[in-house]
């Protein structure tokens, strides 16, 4: 399909609205891709849970990381940082409600600094492993980071 730069711009006030709705976009794909497989890592124990949803990271992560690349940098530049910022608080909200529910197997009693620590670890590590480190993209590689990442972060909740 091809079409005129200004053809675009009938449906797009500017380039900035476009960036904007390619980061909707893209920000549902991610959600679709791991929404229904977390759901199951609520009932998980912490270290099986924790290892899930540091691949269910990764696997958000792959969700075009070309596009994803380019969008981290554009993010930015349109001013659409309040939507990304209620994506997070969404992924915040989600794991803390993890840790309520495993209380009794972690040692934290501060349950929103320990999700705000967890969730930036891992979305830390993920993210520049994904989209700056595709020598880190083998699945044998991604693995091993998935576990060393678990590890890390269930040792700072169980400690």
Do not use: W
């Not at 290892?51 to 969008?71: C, F, S």
Request: hydrophobic share 45%; aromatic share 6%.
């Amino acid at each position: 399909m091809s079409f005129s730069v200004g053809s675009l711009y009938q449906y797009f006030p500017g380039k900035e609205a476009l960036v904007a709705a390619v980061i909707e976009r893209h920000q549902l794909q991610i959600v679709e891709t791991v929404r229904g497989e977390l759901a199951e890592v609520l009932t998980q124990p912490v270290e099986k849970g924790v290892r899930r949803i540091v691949a269910l990271a990764v696997k958000a992560h792959r969700v075009d990381p070309k596009l994803h690349r380019v969008l981290a940098e554009q993010i930015p530049r349109v001013g659409k940082l309040e939507e990304l910022e209620t994506f997070s608080r969404e992924n915040y909200a989600i794991f803390r409600t993890y840790l309520e529910s495993r209380r009794d197997e972690i040692r934290i009693d501060n349950l929103e600094l320990a999700s705000f620590v967890c969730v930036t670890t891992i979305e830390a590590l993920t993210h520049n492993a994904v989209l700056h480190h595709p020598k880190m993209l083998p699945d044998e590689t991604m693995e091993a980071l998935i576990d060393e990442a678990a590890r890390l972060v269930t040792g700072y909740l169980k400690g």
